[in-house]
């Protein structure tokens, strides 16, 4: 099955879309690929697409993202050279959803720095704080 999916970097990452594009022109990967100005579409087998995707996100775990896109790049249901120019449906919420990402990004670092969560303590047993608590006032 062919899938279409979108990978979207944050604008504070160091890699640019043409960054992206070059690692996929000069994959093993026989994808379609199309640049745009907040990421690539990429189309494909859903194997060799999965394979891509997660070597592409290992050049910056927390500034790439990949969306699911319905359809292929150039069809016509979507095409805005065949709809008369404007934006294609969808572009505006990309827009603004690529606006959130650069804090999604510093949230993803920074936990990735983070120290571990210490295991939850459980609660102390009644008969134990009796204890301590006759202890404590003998």
Same mark, same amino acid.
């Given at each position: 099955?062919?899938?279409?999916?979108?990978?979207?970097?944050?604008?504070?990452?160091?890699?640019?879309?043409?960054?992206?594009?070059?690692?996929?022109?000069?994959?093993?990967?026989?994808?379609?690929?199309?640049?745009?100005?907040?990421?690539?579409?990429?189309?494909? $087998?859903?194997?060799? @697409?999965?394979?891509?995707? &997660?070597? +592409?996100?290992?050049?910056?775990?927390?500034? /790439?993202?990949?969306?699911?896109?319905?359809?292929?790049?150039?069809?016509?249901?979507?095409?805005?050279?065949?709809?008369?120019?404007?934006?294609?449906?969808?572009?505006?919420?990309?827009?603004?959803?690529?606006?959130?990402?650069?804090?999604?990004?510093?949230?993803?670092?920074?936990?990735? $720095?983070?120290?571990? @969560?210490?295991?939850?303590? &459980?609660? +102390?047993?009644?008969?134990?704080?009796?204890? /301590?608590?006759?202890?404590?006032?003998?």
């Amino acid at each position: 099955m062919r899938v279409t999916k979108y990978v979207i970097t944050s604008s504070e990452s160091d890699i640019l879309p043409s960054d992206i594009a070059m690692k996929i022109y000069g994959s093993k990967y026989d994808v379609s690929v199309k640049e745009t100005c907040f990421g690539v579409i990429v189309n494909g $087998e859903e194997k060799e @697409i999965e394979a891509l995707v &997660k070597d +592409i996100r290992a050049m910056d775990p927390s500034g /790439i993202f990949i969306k699911d896109r319905g359809f292929p790049p150039g069809d016509p249901r979507r095409c805005r050279g065949r709809r008369g120019g404007g934006a294609r449906p969808g572009f505006y919420m990309i827009e603004s959803e690529s606006k959130m990402l650069p804090m999604i990004s510093r949230a993803l670092a920074s936990d990735a $720095e983070a120290p571990a @969560i210490p295991e939850k303590k &459980k609660p +102390i047993q009644m008969k134990k704080l009796e204890e /301590i608590v006759k202890e404590e006032l003998s």
